[in-house]
C-alpha cells in the first residue's frame, strides 16, 4: 500500500482565493483525520469521519473552512476564501480503528500571501 | 518536554547514548498513548503505543513508561542513533469514544555522532 496520499505538496496562493487540499487514506481504513500543524499551536485536529461521515468538527477554526468525504477512498479540506494566518502544513491521516495508530500523510505545505 | 509554543524542547545525545523523551498528559480518563517521529518535511511516523492498563511497553530499541499517577508517559530509545534526529510528539485519545488523538507539543532530538 502507498500510504496516505495528500495533493499537492506544496500550494502557494494569494490571499481571498480558494484552497483545496485531497487526501486518499489507507484502502480499509474506516477513519480520516485532517490536521494543521504551525510552530505557534503545534498539531491541531480540524475534523475526522468516521465511515465517510463527519464525527467531529468542532476543532475546524472558522466558517471559511470546509472538508467532505464523498466516499471511502477521498476527502476534501477546502478553504474560501483563505487568509494569511491560514499559512500551515496540513496532515491527512486514517486509521483502521478510530482514534489509534493514525498514519499520517506527507502534508501540502500551506502558504497564503 | 511539552512544548509551551514558539520554543521546542531540544535533547541532545551522543550517538550511542540512551534517550529518554518525556510527556506530561492531561486527561486522568485517557486510555490510550502513542508515540509519534516526525522527521523534518515529513508527516509523523508511529513509533510505538500503549494501553492505561500497561504500565511499560517495549518494541524495537524503544520502551515507552506509562505512570498514571503522575499523568507522565516517558520514550526511551536505546543506542540512539543519527538517524533518530527528529521531533517527537506524545498524543493521548481524549474522548470518552477514543476516537479524537490529541498532540503533545513535541520534543526536538539531536543526535550527535
Known amino acids: 500500500d502507498a500510504g496516505v496520499i495528500q495533493s499537492p505538496r506544496h500550494e502557494v496562493t494569494e490571499m481571498g482565493q480558494e484552497v483545496t487540499l485531497r487526501c486518499k487514506p489507507i484502502?480499509?481504513?474506516?477513519?480520516l483525520f485532517w490536521y494543521r500543524q504551525t510552530m505557534m499551536r503545534g498539531l491541531e485536529l480540524l475534523i475526522y469521519?468516521?465511515?465517510?461521515?463527519?464525527?467531529?468538527d468542532s476543532g475546524m477554526p472558522e466558517d471559511r473552512f470546509s472538508a467532505k468525504m464523498p466516499n471511502a477512498s477521498f476527502s476534501t479540506l477546502k478553504i474560501q476564501p483563505s487568509e494569511p494566518r491560514d499559512s500551515a502544513v496540513y496532515f491527512c491521516?486514517?486509521?483502521?480503528?478510530?482514534?489509534?495508530?493514525?498514519?499520517f500523510g506527507s502534508g501540502t505545505q500551506l502558504s497564503v500571501l | 518536554g511539552e512544548s509551551v509554543g514558539l520554543h521546542l524542547p531540544t535533547l541532545s545525545v551522543q550517538e550511542g547514548d540512551n534517550s529518554i523523551i518525556n510527556c506530561a498528559y492531561s486527561?486522568?480518563?485517557?486510555?490510550?498513548f502513542i508515540w509519534y517521529k516526525q522527521e523534518s518535511g515529513k508527516g509523523p511516523q508511529f513509533i510505538i503505543d500503549i494501553r492505561s492498563n500497561m504500565d511499560k511497553r517495549q518494541g524495537q530499541r524503544v520502551t515507552v513508561l506509562l505512570n498514571k499517577t503522575v499523568k507522565h508517559l516517558s520514550l526511551q530509545i536505546a543506542a540512539t542513533q543519527p538517524g533518530d534526529s527528529a521531533v517527537y510528539f506524545c498524543a493521548e485519545n481524549i474522548d470518552n469514544a477514543g476516537n479524537m488523538l490529541t498532540f503533545g507539543g513535541g520534543t526536538r532530538l539531536m543526535v550527535k555522532p
Open positions: 484502502s480499509g481504513h474506516n477513519s
Open positions: 486527561n486522568s480518563a485517557s486510555d490510550y
Open positions: 491521516a486514517s486509521s483502521p480503528q478510530g482514534g489509534e495508530k493514525l498514519f
Open positions: 469521519f468516521n465511515n465517510n461521515v463527519p464525527i467531529d
